[in-house]
């Protein structure tokens, strides 16, 4: 009897000590509880070539390079409407963790100026991976070496009919808001011409179809370096800082006029999706971030390296919401 009952007390004390242990477990395996069981869909709001294109399909390629990821990233452009399908698509994935997006700042003009029914609180965020810079550009064949010689040609032609054109991604959007800000600024006027990515933007601005563009640094740094286009300033308060990019005056160093403007690199999910799935995407992200081939491009494209989640990536992106619609009610912009 006495053996029995301690073996009993034995079972009893083993069975306390597992169910202890077991306790403990979601805990530490909350964060990795869930993994993708289809392909993930990259939901990029505009044309293929542009700055959003390449940095999706950078992702995508990372994830699967370094199999951070069971499934593959999918990416998807969907650009009609300014980014508006893209935007539309995702919200109506409410719940799914297999679909993710990319945004630039279309995320707060798009619905500002079309009135679509979206707003970016209708997503999860997941994290802001940089800020991107724009660069006033022009054919390389032009006479123009600054950007004082550039805008005072564009000056002698503002009042005519053949006003010089500006090319930028949509209507209404970043590129098209600095378009404004020069004319406000320096009393000029352009022909603004809206393309549906940026690539598709220094493509025409090589061909000489548009007189110059607005484009992020890694929209233009191809034709850059086979010496087919010129930047003449940087619309930022200090100069990029990293290699021959150096070289690249400010806007206000160039024209004396202080504009500038950095636009998100962020990444969102499908509205409430579970906070292990957005868990996941975040740490997926941040690993990303981390690569050598991530740091590489944004080295090369000139990108602010800006990781950010949670909370304050919520913070910086209702700022933001709150500075664009001052800008575009400022420029006539906004849904009437």
């Not at 999910?269 to 690993?287: E, M, R, S, Y």
């Amino acid at each position: 009897m006495r053996g029995s009952a301690v073996a009993k007390t034995k079972r009893i004390i083993t069975l306390i000590a597992l169910a202890l242990v077991c306790q403990d477990l979601p805990l530490a395996n909350a964060a990795s509880a869930w993994e993708p069981t289809r392909p993930i869909e990259f939901i990029i709001p505009a044309g293929t070539g542009g700055g959003a294109d390449q940095m999706a399909r950078l992702i995508a390629g990372i994830a699967e390079k370094n199999k951070l990821s069971p499934r593959p990233l999918i990416p998807v452009n969907k650009s009609g409407g300014a980014g508006a399908e893209g935007f539309l698509y995702i919200k109506e994935k409410k719940a799914d963790p297999h679909v993710i997006i990319i945004t630039l700042s279309n995320l707060f003009t798009t619905p500002l100026h079309t009135g679509v029914p979206f707003n970016w609180k209708d997503l999860t965020p997941l994290a802001r991976m940089a800020l991107d810079q724009f660069i006033l550009w022009v054919n390389a064949e032009t006479p123009y070496k600054t950007a004082k010689e550039y805008l005072a040609a564009v000056k002698e032609q503002s009042g005519g009919g053949n006003r010089m054109k500006m090319g930028g991604t949509g209507s209404a959007q970043e590129d098209q808001i600095i378009t404004i800000q020069l004319e406000q600024a320096l009393g000029v006027k352009f022909t603004y011409v809206p393309f549906k990515g940026g690539g598709e933007v220094c493509v025409n601005l090589v061909g000489k179809h548009i007189d110059s563009t607005v484009n992020n640094p890694a929209e233009c740094v191809s034709h850059w370096r086979a010496g087919r286009v010129r930047p003449l300033g940087v619309f930022d308060t200090a100069r990029i800082s990293e290699g021959d990019w150096k070289a690249i005056p400010t806007i206000k160093e160039a024209l004396g006029a202080d504009i500038h403007y950095l636009m998100l690199r962020g990444i969102f999910g499908a509205p409430v999706i579970p906070k292990d799935a957005a868990q996941w995407h975040t740490d997926l992200l941040k690993k990303v971030f981390d690569s050598a081939d991530f740091k590489k491009y944004l080295t090369e494209g000139a990108l602010k390296p800006a990781f950010v989640t949670g909370p304050e990536y919520v913070k910086w992106v209702d700022e933001n919401e709150k500075l664009h619609r001052e800008l575009m009610a400022k420029e006539g912009l906004l849904k009437k």
